[in-house]
Every structure is written in structure tokens, then in C-alpha cells.
């Protein structure tokens, strides 16, 4: 990326950690410790990939960005929700999340339990509290939400990991898998910010097309990382996936294929943006970014 396009998604990030700083400021008044759980998660040097996405939709789109704050903060609580249950030691039971111990390490299961629960309910509670949209979007915004990390969406994509570890299960079920554990909560965050306009068009069509390319790629770079990387750059275990025996790209297709599917899903990306010139540089730079992260 070149140092103005840097900057502007940095200008993106910092925006949305003075409006989240302060969503969790607003939830102190909670008993003591279970506010001290979820900063520890909320507040512990996240990537921001989800929120990102929601401001430079919202630029794509020519949507005003005080507008999509609350969504940002609600698809972010959501992603940092399951990120506790996932690293419990009845999912993933990773002990080490960004570099520190995980919440069930550093407070205890119980805790980690409750905060993954208030934080999903606070994730609700933002999005309907928008002052800036009107009570139907708001409500369309909520539906979107609720199935990206129901049982329609996270959460199954997380039943269906479980149940596939230790077996020998198909392509065509890991790429459901993702898409419902991964996939879906970024397609949440485009739905959420194009359902601000009255009617679809050709931006919307391919900004969806372009999040479900991006998506993808950006699980497949997870699982090379997983292979390739180790646990200090990673801020986690490496090779966990090896260690539980779990079904990846990477174990269907190869290092060297899988890499060429994150390339293809990148070109194919950048591609459905192509059309409008003056408004894709953000975005491919975030989808350069997603694909050839170190961590």
C-alpha cells in the first residue's frame, strides 16, 4: 500500500476507536469485574477488519460516516464475542488471543462465559440505539445481525468445526463451513450499511460480490498463517489447526493451491470494483492488506 492510502484507512481505524472507546466507557456502570472481561477483549489491539469494512462501504457508497458508527461497533462486539467463546477450552481452547492470555485464562471460564454474553447482547443494543437512522432500517439492520451469528450463520459455521474435527469431511462442507463462520459476518457488514440506501444498484451488487471474494480469500490466508506463521507473530498458537486435527484449505489443497486460490479470489475481488475508479482505491488497498497480512 502506498503511504495515502495507509493513511486513509488508518484515518478510518482511529475514527472508529474514539466511537468504540467510548461505546465501552458508556457500559462501565456494569458489576466492576465483568466491565474489566470485555475491555480486556474489546480493547486488546484487534485488526478492526470488520469495522473497516463497514467505513469503506459506507465511502463506496457515498453514505455519510456517522451514519454506519453504530454498525461498526455492533459487527466488532459480535467478532470479539466470538472470539472468547471460541477459545474456550470446550471450542478451540486456544490460551493465547493477540499476544495475551485468553479472558478464561486471565479472569476464568465463568467470567469468559458471561462477558461473551454481554457483549453480544450490547452488540443489539448499539445497532437499535443508531440516532441516525430511522426505526425500519434499524430493524432490517437487526434481522441482518441476528442471522449472520445465529444458528443461520457463526454459530452453526462453528457447530459444523466441531463436529468435522477428527473426520474426514469434503471441500464443498469446509467451504460451508466458512461460509457461515466467516462469511457471513462480513456479508452482515455490507448488508447492514447498503440496507442505509432505499433502493439496490449496481455499487451494492458489487460490493457484495467483492465482500464474499474477500471473505473467502481472507480465511484461506488464515489457515496458511496457521501453517507458515509462528505464535509471536501470530499473537496465538500456531498450527493449532494441525494440533486439533481440524479440516483446512490448506490440508485439502496444498500450501503453494492454496495460496493461488487467495490470488484469485483478490484479482476477482478487485475486479468487481473496477467499474468506478474514483472510488475503488480503499478498497483494493484493504483487500491487499486482508490477503497478504503476516498476522
Avoid at 489457515?223 to 499473537?235: A, F, R
Wanted: glycine fraction near 4%.
Amino acid at each position: 500500500m502506498n503511504s495515502t492510502t495507509t493513511s486513509e484507512l488508518s484515518k478510518f481505524t482511529k475514527i472508529f476507536e474514539h466511537f468504540f472507546l467510548t461505546v465501552l466507557k458508556n457500559t462501565s456502570q456494569i458489576q466492576l469485574k465483568l466491565h474489566e472481561a470485555i475491555c480486556y477483549t474489546c480493547l486488546n489491539g484487534g485488526k478492526r477488519v470488520r469495522p473497516l469494512l463497514v467505513y469503506l462501504a459506507a465511502e463506496f457508497l457515498d453514505i455519510p460516516v456517522k451514519k454506519v458508527h453504530h454498525i461498526a461497533a455492533a459487527i466488532e462486539l459480535i467478532h470479539c464475542y466470538s472470539m472468547i467463546h471460541d477459545d474456550l477450552p470446550a471450542m478451540d481452547n486456544d490460551d493465547f488471543r493477540r499476544g495475551k492470555p485468553s479472558l478464561h485464562i486471565a479472569y476464568n471460564e465463568g467470567i469468559a462465559i458471561l462477558a461473551g454474553d454481554a457483549i453480544q447482547s450490547l452488540a443489539f443494543e448499539i445497532l437499535i440505539k443508531n440516532p441516525e437512522l430511522l426505526p425500519e432500517v434499524k430493524t432490517k439492520q437487526t434481522i441482518y445481525l441476528a442471522e449472520s451469528c445465529g444458528w443461520q450463520g457463526m454459530a452453526g459455521g462453528q457447530l459444523l468445526d466441531l463436529e468435522s474435527t477428527d473426520k474426514q469431511i469434503t471441500l464443498e462442507e469446509l467451504i460451508t463451513m466458512h461460509k457461515l463462520k466467516t462469511g457471513k459476518l462480513f456479508i452482515s457488514a455490507i448488508s447492514m450499511v447498503c440496507g442505509i440506501l432505499e433502493n439496490s444498484n449496481e455499487k451494492i451488487s458489487a460490493l457484495r460480490k467483492y465482500t464474499e471474494a474477500i471473505s473467502f480469500a481472507f480465511q484461506i490466508q488464515d489457515d496458511i498463517l496457521d501453517v507458515e506463521s509462528t505464535s509471536e507473530i501470530l499473537g496465538k498458537p500456531a498450527k493449532s489447526d494441525i494440533k486439533n486435527n481440524k479440516n483446512t484449505y490448506c490440508t485439502f489443497l496444498g500450501i503453494d493451491k492454496a495460496k493461488q486460490e487467495t490470488n484469485r479470489l483478490y484479482k476477482e475481488a478487485l475486479e468487481t470494483i473496477s467499474p468506478w475508479p474514483e472510488k475503488k482505491d480503499n478498497l483494493e488497498n484493504f483487500a491487499n492488506y486482508l490477503v497478504h497480512r503476516k498476522y
